[in-house]
């Protein structure tokens, strides 16, 4: 796929390696060991933001309370670790991380009884997900998760993080903790599991759940547990199922919110309260936490934008709308 030369340029810069990173290896396809490639990979936790989420960690590998790792959200340590996550690191690639990890292992699944009586998909997910790309996919205790969320799958294929005998679209969750296990790692109950998942978001096209929901049609980052219709189209993708045409929809959203210079913006920081989010905060209002600011050109975004557009080229052999 081409992509627009001031586009590849800006994703190309040096600010933020991530972004640089995942151009090279996701976009442009060059190899693990091609030398840019592990320059980049060496600046991960030198500049950009993995550094300044780290500057902010405690001695014991925490952010704000050790005593409580979710909350405040989303700047506790639950909601760091989950960014961190998506950067292309590895435990082994600081101790820091690997602290951060080991103070979920002993504060959150300690007790087994406790965690198959209180889990709920939205939290185990994201902590699956969380885990396993930073190195402990092949943890008992990591498996004992997978496990948990296949059980937890509704009759129609979908989950909820509340008592319901149905899915939702906004408990994605699950399967992004599927999607960040390698092919070889998957087993057969998994496998069945992400079919019947995929199915569910397919034949709602992404976005048919009762009355259009506004926040859905908004782009985000971080997700914390929020869905939009970018959440669905990139899990999908990346799950294999480019090529479905129960995408179509997503699609041309997608194509129509590309600015006019090419990249997309970032539309809206969790929580979303504007146009047709259609609730109100209770309690003690979430700190909000951004890589990026609203309403501008964000290199996420637009990162996320060209996988995916990227994905449904190659499984279809033609431009994605």
């Not at 506790?76 to 101790?95: E, T």
């Not at 005998?165 to 087993?187: I, Y």
Request: proline share 4%; net charge positive; glycine share 8%.
């Amino acid at each position: 796929m081409e992509i627009e030369g001031k586009i590849q340029d800006w994703l190309l810069e040096l600010d933020q390696p991530v972004i640089r990173y995942f151009t090279l290896r996701s976009l442009l396809d060059r190899k693990e060991s091609d030398p840019d490639v592990l320059e980049c990979h060496s600046n991960l936790l030198k500049k950009g933001w993995a550094r300044d989420i780290l500057a902010k960690q405690r001695p014991e590998g925490n952010w704000e309370s050790i005593a409580d790792l979710y909350r405040p959200k989303y700047t506790a340590s639950n909601w760091r670790m989950i960014v961190l996550s998506d950067f292309g690191l590895h435990f082994r690639d600081d101790k820091r991380l690997e602290r951060g990890c080991q103070l979920f292992f002993r504060s959150w699944l300690g007790d087994e009884d406790e965690f198959e009586r209180e889990g709920e998909v939205c939290i185990s997910g994201n902590f699956a997900r969380m885990l396993s790309r930073f190195g402990y996919s092949n943890d008992p205790r990591v498996q004992r998760i997978y496990k948990w969320l296949v059980n937890d799958q509704k009759d129609d294929g979908g989950w909820h993080c509340f008592k319901s005998d149905t899915g939702t679209l906004d408990c994605w969750e699950a399967l992004a903790g599927f999607d960040s296990l390698p092919k070889v790692k998957r087993t057969k109950s998994i496998n069945r599991s992400i079919e019947r998942g995929v199915e569910f978001y397919l034949e709602r096209e992404l976005n048919r759940q009762g009355r259009r929901y506004e926040p859905w049609f908004r782009f985000h980052y971080p997700n914390h547990y929020y869905y939009d219709i970018l959440v669905g189209l990139n899990l999908i993708t990346s799950l294999g199922f480019a090529g479905d045409k129960r995408l179509n929809f997503a699609l041309k959203l997608l194509k129509k919110k590309q600015l006019p210079n090419g990249s997309w913006g970032l539309d809206a920081i969790h929580p979303d309260l504007g146009p047709g989010a259609e609730y109100t905060l209770k309690g003690k209002r979430p700190r909000r936490f951004a890589l990026e600011t609203a309403g501008r050109p964000s290199k996420w975004i637009t990162l996320t934008s060209l996988r995916i557009l990227k994905r449904v080229e190659e499984s279809t052999g033609k431009n994605a709308v």
